[in-house]
């Protein structure tokens, strides 16, 4: 089976039969159970070979930012104080090239708008249906961080966050986690625990991921981060980002903070 219309397959169909049901079940009570799933080897190695070329000769394209921003991705809300778990920032600089700097033919987009892929996707997730985001920058983005770059604390504004990691670092990097610490659904934005976390007072889970490991993470209501990248090898990954509704933007303040512009 290859995906969709093309020859060769993108990921590994023998290891991951994304198509079988009870793959999927399998798949989806490691997800229910964990918050996370983690599929190794889930490219191909000549997969992960053609994105890091590809991402490396796009490198000069990439927006670099060091920028401040609080756990929430939002505006400063003037009722609390800049140093309340509301208001308090958080560092975050990487590069970051966007869905309209991916070429026509890459494998990226081939994965991204794979039916097979998305049936796999919704039958993990429980959801409907996928949709790519409206705004022409937010559904694919691979993102850059060279030595001593970092990605802070957050929450993401999309129900769950689907990665995929092309080059890993010498030392640091890692994706560090505290599950289910606020309810956006009910509006529960968890201060005081989300103050604990930021202090430091709390253990963190931290996944380990390799080349070519496709993650689904849960990661609006799972607090996040990804610690300082150590060495000369730039960590590269690879964001794929889908809503259960179609016509939805990432925020303007979002997009602001992450590319530089709107669109
Ligand atoms: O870099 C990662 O592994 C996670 C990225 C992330 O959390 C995000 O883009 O919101
Ligand atoms: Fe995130």
């Known amino acids: 089976m290859s995906l969709d219309r093309q020859s060769s397959p993108v990921f590994n169909v023998t290891r991951h039969p994304l198509g079988d ?12 159970q964990h918050g996370v799933l983690v599929l ?15 991402g490396q000769q796009n490198q000069h394209l990439a927006y670099y930012t060091t920028s401040d921003h609080n756990v929430y991705l939002a505006p400063a809300d003037p009722d609390y104080d800049l140093q309340h778990p509301r208001n308090r920032l958080v560092s975050s600089s990487k590069g970051c090239i966007t869905t309209d700097q991916i070429a026509s033919d890459s494998a990226l987009r081939q994965l991204y708008k794979s039916e097979v892929f998305k049936a796999f996707l919704c039958s993990v997730l429980g ?3 996928l949709y790519e985001y409206a705004d022409p920058l937010s559904s694919i983005n691979l993102h850059y961080a060279a030595e001593t770059q970092e990605l802070g604390w957050h929450y993401d504004n999309s129900s769950f966050a689907i990665t995929l990691l092309i080059q890993k670092p010498q030392g640091g990097g890692e994706f560090e986690y505290v599950r289910d610490v606020r309810d956006a659904s009910t509006g529960d934005m968890a201060h005081v625990a989300t103050g604990k976390i ?66």
């Open 21 to 32: 049901p009870s793959f999927q079940s399998r798949c989806k009570g490691l997800l229910d």
């Open 40 to 54: 190794d080897d889930f490219l191909t190695a000549a997969t992960v070979a053609a994105i890091r070329t590809e």
């Open 127 to 129: 959801e409907q249906a």
């Open 198 to 263: 930021l202090d430091g007072r709390v253990p963190v889970s931290r996944l380990q991921i390799e080349e070519g490991s496709l993650v689904l993470f849960r990661g609006q209501n799972s607090m996040h981060r990804v610690t300082p990248t150590q060495g000369d090898v730039t960590r590269m990954l690879v964001v794929l980002a889908y809503n259960n509704r179609p016509g939805i933007s990432l925020s303007e303040s979002a997009r602001m903070t992450f590319y530089g512009r709107l669109g």
